[in-house]
């Protein structure tokens, strides 16, 4: 089997402070009484770590929610794995960076919704979230924790990619993540508000480039571009199944965050069934691995293993069958059901949004 698993997103929780437009969590959340138990976590991180994988990502929702993060990340030390803290930043402080720090946590990465305070904290539906998280970025780095800024752009923030990048440098990060909305989970609600315009999206991606020259050896700067507007998709997560699972609030092990939307995938239970078996057997990873399930054009296409036939949930989404190719790529024969969108969007754009909670939420 050419598939290891090299990265495990840990979705501890779908509990959040926040109530981004643009979460990729699912529109039906897990409950707290549904979360998986500390000690089955454990487990799993032992699991993975004696199957090879090298990092866990320790995600949500917020983490820093779960009362238990601090022995999950201490698992995650003892078990060899590099760890990291994906957080909106609201509950770390100086006293939680430390705490996390002396239980093996490696890594945090800092969301910010914009480098505009009041801007910020609009995006991320919570007054005075924007301070809270420089104090979390600066915590983290006065703790010795190695330290990325994510910012998610989008059309109300995408024009500030310069300040962010300042921001970055300004909190002692070594990277920023600067990456454009995936249009999956609550985005896909909302985005008519989203989708930047190509004008835009250029103007950002000059904006990278010139950043990326000036600050070389500084900072690290990754950048996704949304699908929309490319002519081919991205491999997502690196292609189904080959590298990284995300096990859900619940400890359903997916081969992607938004898996759960295709709704006749079976999925198995970390608690019930070890993680080697569903890595290597379960329906879920094994459906759309490799290329053996792919149709025309993708089949025959040069760029098949590059990007593995991009999104199999934007598939479902756009073109209602998770099998077909990704129709964000020029070559798919739906693309003209994304050009419509983009044009809707465009020409009928809306300011609001509608923020992630949990009244859709699973009971
Ligand atoms: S995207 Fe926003 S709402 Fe969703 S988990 Fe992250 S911080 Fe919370
Ligand atoms: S046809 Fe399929 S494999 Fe080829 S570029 Fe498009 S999505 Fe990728």
Known sequence: MNERLLAVTAELTHRCPLACPYCSNPLALARKR???AGGD???VIREA????CLHIHFSGGEPLARGDLDDLVEA????GLYSNLITSGIGLNDTRAGQLKAAGLDHVQVSFQDSVPRSNDRIAGLKGAFARKIEAAEAAHAAGLALTINAVVHRANVEHVPEMIDLAIALGAERIEIAHVQYYGWAAENHAALLPTRAQLDRATQDVEAARMAHDGALVIDYVVPDFHAARPKACMGGWGRRQMVISPAGRALPCHAAETIPDLGFDDVRTKPLAEIWERSEAFQRFRGTAWMTEPCRSCERREVDWGGCRCQALALAGDA???DPA???APTHDRVL???ARATDHPSADYRYRSFSSAVT
């Open 34 to 36: 549904d979360e998986m």
């Open 41 to 43: 976590w454990a487990r």
């Open 329 to 331: 790529c020029e070559l």
């Open 76 to 79: 995650a030390a003892e078990a």
């Open 49 to 52: 770590a004696s199957m090879g």
């Open 340 to 342: 419509a969108l983009v």
């Open 323 to 325: 099998g077909a190719t």
